[in-house]
């Protein structure tokens, strides 16, 4: 199986800050990344797929970068709607595997 | 606008079964493979199984093969996951989700609300 690693587990954060979270997979998945943000209660909702590309409805302070391997979640001005937990996933092979996920807490 | 409600979730004894399922609107459900996915707060996100619109496909992951089985009856939006020789490590919360298009290789954008299934004696 493909081992996603996300980097930190936690991460504490002001509203307006640049935030930045990476993924690691154990092999090559090309770009078959998505990033997920779920909140307490609720499901998980998409943010990007394919590495890079925004999910419709999405805000542009989203974005993803990264292929192969090495993979990033970038959040230009953290909002107040934003902290959250976020997770990647890799789809490149069945199973598809999750990161351990990456809690965006108020500093 | 995608609705996904899942229902079937419960309390059941080790090694008893359960028959989770998935009703979809707002979107052409027989043209999307759909997927199930659980939620530990120990083990966090587990893909457990997908089927493609061609409901002979399937896939699974190696800690339910053999004890579940995903199905579904497009007649009627509906996808089900029929879960037996449960475990303790089976407790979770299960979400179904859909494929994001029905072309190309892809992953799962909505997901419904999740049922939450409790093993236990």
Request: proline share 4%; aromatic share 12%; with cysteine.
């Amino acid at each position: 199986d493909i081992q996603m690693t996300q980097s930190p587990s936690t991460l504490s954060a002001s509203v307006g800050d640049r935030v930045t979270i990476t993924c690691r997979a154990s092999q090559y998945i090309s770009s078959w990344l998505a990033w997920y943000q779920q909140k307490p209660g609720k499901a998980p909702k998409l943010l990007i797929y394919e590495a890079s590309s925004l999910e419709t409805g999405v805000p542009s302070r989203f974005s993803g970068s990264g292929s192969g391997t090495e993979f990033a979640l970038t959040i230009s001005s953290l909002q107040p709607d934003d902290f959250a937990t976020y997770y990647c996933q890799q789809y490149n092979s069945f199973p598809w595997t999750f990161g351990q996920g990456t809690k965006v807490e108020v500093k | 606008e995608v609705q996904l409600l899942e229902s079937g979730g419960g309390l059941v004894q080790p090694g008893g079964s359960l028959r989770l399922s998935c009703a979809a609107s707002g979107f052409t459900f027989s043209d999307y493979a759909m997927s199930w996915v659980r939620q530990t707060p120990g083990k966090g996100l587990e893909w457990i199984s997908t089927i493609f619109y061609i409901a002979t496909k399937t896939s699974y992951a190696d800690s339910v093969r053999g004890r579940f089985t995903v199905s579904r009856d497009n007649s009627k939006n509906t996808l089900f996951l029929q879960m037996n020789s449960l475990r303790a490590e089976d407790t979770a919360i299960y979400f179904c989700a859909k494929f994001r298009s029905t072309t190309g290789w892809t992953t799962s954008d909505s997901w419904g609300q999740g049922t939450l299934v409790t093993v236990s004696s």
